[in-house]
């Protein structure tokens, strides 16, 4: 079973740099797409972006401009860094394996979530 | 961008009871529809892929149907543990969004 585990500060101050990593174990990262979302207090979900084990990756549009993913397969985790933060980026932040097939995208594993506050 | 209208927003229900939650897409996504379960401090759950297919290891109380634009998720009988916010994800374009979530409690 794939287990998936965030890790990173907890809090953030505005304008800097939030950092998380999410750790994967129960399988190989390599040959799959792995996501960031998150989900602001009180609101949704927010998918972030993804990364696929070669490095490609693909983001939501409206953070684009501030966000930086990475892979390490020799050590089986990927990253986030999402710079300028401000109190709208304080959520709870998600990893999860994206798997698709067929045209299907959809998150098949999930970690438990960190929350992240930014403060000013 | 594709648009996930989500209802109801929540809802309160006896244990037994048939629950249905729906979701509309701003244009046509096929069966391009998936749905999650959400519960504090736990890893969410995957239910249901490619609108109607049932995850591995997923109860078969839980169900969903529908194509082009309407699409429903369905447990067929309420049980304590379903306690949870559910939410549909579509993957018609390359944006990936939600719905805005349904918070379902047992009456």
């Known amino acids: 079973q794939v287990q998936l585990q965030e890790s990173g500060p907890g809090l953030v101050k505005s304008s800097e740099t939030l950092s998380l990593t999410c750790t994967v174990s129960?399988?190989?990262?390599?040959?799959?797409?792995w996501s960031w979302i998150r989900q602001s207090p009180g609101k949704g979900l927010e998918w972030i972006g993804y990364?696929?084990?070669?490095?490609?990756?693909n983001s939501n549009p409206s953070l684009k401009s501030r966000l930086t993913m990475s892979i390490d397969t020799s050590e089986n985790r990927f990253s986030l860094r999402l710079g300028s933060v401000t109190a709208a980026d304080t959520a709870i932040y998600y990893c999860?394996?994206?798997?698709?097939?067929?045209?299907?995208?959809?998150?098949?594993?999930w970690g438990r979530g960190t929350l992240v506050t930014v403060s000013s | 961008d594709i648009q996930i209208t989500q209802s109801p927003s929540s809802l309160s229900a006896s244990v037994g009871d048939r629950v249905t939650i729906t979701c509309q897409a701003s244009q046509d996504i096929s069966n391009f529809l998936n749905w999650y379960q959400l519960k504090p401090g736990v890893a969410p759950k995957l239910l249901i892929f490619a609108a109607s297919k049932l995850h591995t290891g997923v109860p078969s109380r839980f169900s969903g149907s529908g194509s082009g634009t309407d699409f429903t998720f369905t447990i067929s009988s309420l049980q304590p543990e379903d306690v949870a916010t559910y939410y549909c994800q579509q993957c018609g374009n390359v944006l990936l969004t939600f719905g805005g979530g349904t918070r379902v409690e047992i009456k």
């Open positions: 129960g399988g190989s990262i390599s040959n799959y797409f």
């Open positions: 999860a394996r994206l798997t698709v097939i067929s045209g299907i995208y959809y998150f098949d594993f």
């Open positions: 990364i696929y084990s070669s490095g490609i990756t």
